[in-house]
DNA sequence: CTGTAGTAAGTTTTT
DNA sequence: CTTACTACAG
């Protein structure tokens, strides 16, 4: 086989050895997705292996198609056949034909995170509980935490040790919210993306004919990114692999990031412990990057403590040292990466396309898209408030679900009354509870709503029902462009978008124009057999804003370093590298927290082939408040040899930053700045004497009212004197214990408000 | 039942 | 700056 001879031992190794367990630690930019294309070609012509026996797992729909696309211009049309997608697609097409098995309807709905965040919201309401204990957001990610890990309401219940934790945060209702959650799911016909997982699992254990069909079927399992995977799909891929026992996981353990969905780095970390005769391969030569950029990398990641050993190095040449940009607000840290861009792009030929900015999070892609905006770049962002979370997308896929699940409850709550037709929450919540009181289905109670409610809503929801009844059969005759715009139409959604002749009303119709397209081109596909409205509605649950074309003219890539993973690009401006932002506050709970953060760190300096910037500023818009900021730990744990302190900063700029600030060194403001150790001056003489408290967070201070007790960090306890506003501004005057007065600009001031 | 005005609180990453 | 929720008038 001549292709093979491009690969080098340790590639062919990984290639070759197909049968039994295989992990292959794959560093960053070995060649894996290469690897992995060229093993499934291997095994369908070498090994004579039918394509439909092969399943490939991934963790985006973006890395399935990229693979699903190299393996068809490598091995032809033949390898289409392989079963490849995230894992959340892949158990939900299984779903789908197995569900009533274990009690769901096939047509189940997919709950994204917001209607997860709703239905909690409503369960912690009627539970008579208070929302600001029981946030959704803080329930929903406990509640999937223990579905991760396979931990039903029941067991979650009985727990002792789960008790003790909720109890003493204050939370011991945690776990009725969990029965109730997921009683109400099953009630509503609906799963969330957990719920795919863990039913895939119930199922796999309770129908063994079942688990059996598809060991047949599955004779090789691979998964990409093994770092990431949680518990859940652990056991998914295990036992689907009991009988063969042909799994080959690929993986880095230095590139997991995904511990804050359940990704359990122990996975990778203990995987021969459950196969002892597991064949190992390492992929350490670095094809990708430059030498400073490997060392830079290796430099900081070398710092984590839980980490399988490894060593990549790379043959490349040494490279541009990184340059280290030091901007005084983040609007100028866009102006000098926008103007870098557009220097390296003409000096070195460069396309838009060989550039990405990469950053912590979405929100700051904002001062980046201004700048490159005003120098005519043309970009793309990647990521961010997806499409199919506008509200008007949702709004018509509700009543898309609505039709097809007729008891899915958060897509009734969403359309009842939308547009206007007279009929309020009142109407609605007694409709919600007639189900329940009556353990009806709510379509039931719909369709018979002058039994339950009286007067005028009564004659409306009759109305509402007809209407969905002809969707319904339309839904049945159709397919599912068809059904669905007539659904737009019939609904009087479209219309009340059309009336709306504002620049975002425009835009809302025109996004749901996108979404019919959208449609259009999914019947249209001769790929997909199925092509009625449900089939569809199955899909599109699990497309993420990443998924969708972007059209293909050559821009400039934007987006977070999570939705970076598995890319590459000539050079890569990692920005926002501030103390609390990247790494996050958030996250900075731990030592596995910090080291999280280390890997992001080294994930989005890996994806540099020639040339790696860091950026940082001084002061940042944030939630319409101006923050100071310091420059990241990360910084300083970079290797300091990789690294040369670079870009001119405007003086005016700087010392306006800097008496913002109150800072001395407004004289070095002109020339080349780079980072310091924290000069003393930073550090007022305050902070030697007051230790803040262990548990000191900073809180909002929004609602800071005069006779307020605080502590600051740096000053210790006060009293709140008077709040001004000036501008956008506002300032506090602070009686400090040992301080005396001071006032403080509240957007600069960490305070921690003493209830 | 609907619309408006005002208040409160949240801001990490993704399937 | 955003979004979600509440109170109140019509």
Redesign the pocket.
Known sequence: MEYLDSLNPEQRLAVEHTDGPVMIIAGAGSGKTRVLTYRIAHLIYEKGVDAFNILSLT???KAAAEMRHRIETLAGLEARNTWMG?F??VFAKILRVEAPKIGYPSNFTIYD?DDSKSLI?TIVKEMRLDD?VY?A?AVLSRISGAKNRLITWKVYQDDPYVKADDEAAMKPKMGEIYQRYQDRLFKAGAMD?DDLLFNTNVLFRDHLDVLNKYQQRFRYVMVDEFQDTNLSQYLITKKLAAVHQNICVVGDDAQSIYA??GADIQNILNFEKDYPDLFVVKLEQNYRSTKTIVDAANSIIDKNKAQLKKNVWTSNGEGDLIELIKASTDSEEGRIVASTIFEERNTKKLNNSDFAILYR???QSRAMEEALRKLNLTYKIV?GLSFYQRKEIKDLMAYMRFTVNPVDEEAFKRIV?YP????????VDKILVAAFDHDMQLWEVVQNAHSFIGGR?ASQLDDFATMIKAFKIEVERKDAFEAASSIAKQSGLLRELYEDKTIEGLNRYENVQELLNGIKEYVDNEENEDKSLGSFLQEIA?L?D?DRDKDTTDSITLM?I??SKGLEFKQVFVVGLEEDLFP?Q??MQSREDLEEERRLFYVAATRAMDKLYFTYALTRYR??RLLNCEPSRFLEEVSPDCIKVSKKVSSKEMSGAFRREGLPGTSESSGYIGIKKKPESRMPTAMKIHTPSPDFKPS?T??LKAEQLIEHPKFGFGKVQKIETEG?NRKATIQFEHFGEKTLLLSFAKLRIID
């Open positions: 963790f985006t729909n995230t959340h697609s995170s919201r600001k946030k957001n993306f804050f969905r999070t979405n929100s990521g009354n206007k037709r007279g009929i309020g929450d009142t109407s809503a699990l993420t990443n977070t999570h939705s996050s958030m996250m939630y319409g909002n929004n609602n956008i």
